[in-house]
């Protein structure tokens, strides 16, 4: 079926916009209140949020769908997607709810929603709840009607798991490290985990006043990260989003370190202690061939899914392997958590450190990636990639990288975009497959 709210990561869009807004945050904790209402025990949701100011008006739209068909709601206040996720499982509530819009900047909103396992809901599940919120909710009546209430303690409990990730022989003194945390949801516990393990920290973007989240800082803005990682003379730069679930590092040089780099760390040394489960690794099409040739050497695969970390996760479980993640910073480590944490794969990252005594540089740059380039085209509505002459520059595309290369063309789930990909081993050739494809989108349009 067709959605209207739902895209690959829950749903997104302007705060107060016609995608999201009270109402509609009111009808999706309704609707997935009532899907979730299983069993005849005391129903309860974990609803935690970013530092966005409009988190405030959709915190208590939900707060008031959940409670009004039965549900009781707990509510964490700022803290990262990773950790609703495990508060959801740890306090056997039936469904978690994290109020973000991850990297976006400060007007945009969203909802991703977590089931009593901690999983990010099924294709199924999503549908299932979109078309309730198409209809009248089944209200409780008299004392049936839920209670909302704060808990203090999940963000101590957050980083009690964090430290956890670590083993428990490996402490992180003698390490300078730059955290930033994009004036978003980890401001306060992935500063204070790293640092209780020993580690001098230096803390940027942690002063968030509602409006400032990803604003020139996090792992889409590295330019500040990067030069106080080599003004300060420190070993690494962790670099979060808005909600924390995805990691980019800078090495001790300022230069940047991507999620393929770091699953290629991950996976190698997981293999080389026997930790590693599955084939190899699990990472999206948009993944560089780089990548998929160092695990190759390694006597690893890398088994591609959908851009998303939702499906993702899906061949995790399906091929029974325990790393997967995606380029652009998102580490699904299932020994450790259930979705994807930036803190927690930031934790491998510093554990190898320790272990190996190489610098990040050396440590972290494992394969020299092939020529990639990825440009966006914006559309505000139609399907370009059905035009004819699309597809024709398209299939001249492929057939112009053969063999040597790869093409990625696809719409965007959370933006407005077609993401025009190509990569191989000439960087001229792939600029102008690219730009050939996208030149034939915006004639399209």
């Known amino acids: 079926m067709g959605r209207t709210y739902f895209g690959t990561d829950g749903i997104r869009g302007r705060a107060n916009g016609k995608t999201l807004n009270a109402a509609v945050a009111m009808k999706v904790g309704q609707a997935a209140g009532r899907h979730f209402l299983r069993g005849d025990h005391k129903h309860r949701v974990v609803i935690g949020k970013d530092t966005r100011l409009s988190g405030y008006m959709m915190e208590n739209a939900l707060v008031a769908g959940f409670t009004s068909v039965g549900m009781d709601v707990i509510m964490t206040g700022p803290l990262p997607t990773p950790a609703v996720a495990l508060l959801t499982r740890e306090m056997r509530a039936d469904i978690g709810v994290m109020i973000s819009a991850s990297h976006n900047a400060y007007p945009d909103n969203g909802i991703k929603l977590f089931g009593p396992d901690g999983f990010k809901l099924s294709d199924a599940d999503e549908e299932a709840i979109e078309a309730a919120m198409s209809q009248d909710p089944v209200l409780a009546e008299g004392d049936a009607i839920g ?3 704060r808990i203090d303690d999940a963000k101590g409990r957050y980083i009690h ?4 990730a670590l083993p428990s022989d490996l402490r992180l003194d003698g ?3 730059v955290i930033d945390c994009a004036h978003g949801a980890a401001y306060n516990v992935t500063p204070t985990a790293i ?17 400032n989240i990803n604003d020139g800082v996090g792992s889409t803005s590295l330019d500040a990260i990067r030069a106080r990682v080599v003004e300060e003379g420190a070993d690494i730069g962790i670099a979060l989003d808005g909600d924390a679930d995805r990691l980019i590092v800078i090495d001790e040089k300022g230069q940047k370190v991507d999620g393929d780099q770091i699953m290629g760390l991950i996976g190698s040394r997981w293999k080389l202690k026997g930790l590693l489960k599955g084939p190899g690794v699990v990472a999206t099409v948009m993944s560089n061939l780089g990548l998929e040739r160092f695990l190759a050497g390694e006597g690893l695969e890398l088994i591609r899914a959908k851009v998303g970390d939702r499906y993702v996760l899906e061949e995790m479980k399906r091929h029974g392997c325990n790393v997967g993640g995606e380029q ?17 794969a930031a934790m491998q990252v510093l554990a190898a450190m320790v272990r190996t005594g190489k610098p990040a540089s050396e440590l972290l740059h494992l394969f020299d990636p092939v020529p990639q380039l990825l440009k966006n085209v914006q559309y505000d509505g139609g399907d370009p990639l059905e035009d004819t002459s699309v597809k024709q520059a398209i299939a001249d595309g492929e057939a112009d990288l053969g063999n040597s290369g790869r093409l990625v063309i696809r719409k965007s789930g959370t933006e407005p975009l077609i993401r025009v990909m190509a990569e191989g081993d000439d960087a001229a050739q792939v600029t ?6 996208c030149k034939a989108v915006e004639k399209a349009l």
């Not at 798991?161 to 956890?164: G, I, P, T």
């Not at 640092?195 to 409006?211: K, Q």
């Not at 102008?432 to 494809?437: E, G, Y």
């Open 195 to 211: 640092w209780e393990l020993g580690a001098e920290v230096i803390a940027m973007g942690v002063s968030p006043n509602g409006t």
């Open 328 to 344: 652009s910073g998102h580490m699904i480590l299932l020994d450790h958590a259930t979705t994807g944490d930036g803190t927690i």
């Open 161 to 164: 798991a964090v430290k956890r």
């Open 175 to 177: 390490l300078k490290i």
């Open 147 to 149: 209670r909302a209430r």
């Open 432 to 437: 102008r497959v690219v730009d050939d494809i």
